[in-house]
C-alpha cells in the first residue's frame, strides 16, 4: 500500500514557476513508477510526466507533449519524494496535479495504482 500527499500548488502569474512535491509512505516507493497527472474543469484527465525507477532503467523520464521543455520531474528515493519543477507556466497549465504510484512506467493512467488527493495549480494571465 502507498498514500501520496502533493504539496506545491498555488496561483502564480504566467510566466512564472512552482514546484509540486509528493510524498510517499510505504515501502515500495524505491520500486515504484511514478507520474504526474491533471485535469482541468470539463476536461479529462492528462498525463504530464512520469520517472521510472532507478533499479531497471536508471530512472526514464517521459513528458507530454504540452509540456516537453517546460516541466522536470525527478525523484528522492531516501525522501520518499517525487518533484515536478514546473516553469513557463501558461494559464493553459491551470489544473489540479495528481501524483501517481505504479509498477508500469508510461502515460496511461490506469498503469498506476495508487493515486493522490490532488494540487491546485492556477496561471493567471
Known amino acids: 500500500q502507498v498514500q501520496l500527499v502533493e504539496s506545491g500548488g498555488g496561483l502564480v502569474q504566467a510566466g512564472g514557476s512552482l514546484r509540486l512535491s509528493c510524498a510517499a509512505s510505504g515501502r515500495t516507493f524505491s520500486t515504484s513508477s511514478m507520474g504526474w497527472f491533471r485535469q482541468a474543469p470539463g476536461k479529462e484527465r492528462e498525463f504530464v510526466a512520469a520517472?521510472?525507477?532507478?533499479?531497471?532503467?536508471?530512472?526514464?523520464?517521459d513528458y507530454g507533449d504540452s509540456v516537453k521543455g517546460r516541466f522536470i520531474i525527478s525523484r528522492d528515493n531516501a525522501k520518499n519524494t517525487v518533484f515536478l519543477q514546473m516553469n513557463s507556466l501558461k494559464p493553459e497549465d491551470t489544473a489540479v496535479y495528481y501524483c501517481?504510484?505504479?509498477?508500469?512506467?508510461?502515460?496511461?493512467?490506469?498503469?498506476?495504482?495508487?493515486w493522490g488527493q490532488g494540487t491546485q495549480v492556477t496561471v493567471s494571465s
Open positions: 520517472i521510472s525507477t532507478f533499479r531497471w532503467s536508471g530512472g526514464s523520464t
Open positions: 501517481a504510484a505504479g509498477s508500469t512506467f508510461g502515460p496511461r493512467a490506469g498503469a498506476y495504482d495508487y
